[in-house]
């Protein structure tokens, strides 16, 4: 069947709008997949907000900090950060509430810094 003109550039059309369509349907797939997935990791963190530090190793449970001072002053600089989405940093998508308990952590640009532990130098203290 010989298509004419028309029939060609119609056919080209609707090939160019469903190829869109599915290149546009992935993408949002992606970020709707994504979303689902910092979501459900989000409501873990907010349920199991409290864990049991017996369960933990004692090489990890040596990197977290106990000072009460450091993790709620690197807390209150993550709070007013312009980078701070929810409850996640978009510079390194970190969750914020672990990632300021951990010593060994820093902020990505630079707001604070490393922690020492029992007097091994793993960095400096907090700045503000």
């Known amino acids: 069947m010989k298509l004419s003109g028309v029939e060609k550039i119609?056919?080209?059309?609707?090939y160019k709008i469903i190829s869109f369509l599915l290149r546009f349907n992935v993408i949002i797939g992606k970020k709707l997949s994504f979303w689902m997935a910092q979501h459900e990791a989000d409501d873990y963190v907010i349920k199991n907000e409290k864990f049991d530090l017996r369960t933990i190793p004692r090489r990890i449970k040596?990197?977290?900090?106990h000072d009460e001072d450091i993790i709620e002053r690197r807390r209150a600089i993550c709070n007013d950060c312009e980078f701070r989405?929810?409850?996640?940093c978009k510079k390194?998508?970190?969750f914020i509430d672990a990632k300021t308990k951990v010593a060994?952590?820093?902020c990505p640009v630079g707001k604070w810094?490393?922690?020492?532990?029992?007097d091994k130098k793993v960095g400096s203290v907090a700045t503000a």
């Open 113 to 118: 810094d490393k922690v020492i532990i029992e």
């Open 104 to 106: 060994g952590q820093s």
């Open 92 to 94: 390194c998508g970190c």
């Open 62 to 65: 040596n990197l977290l900090l």
């Open 10 to 14: 119609l056919a080209l059309v609707k």
């Open 85 to 88: 989405f929810g409850l996640n």
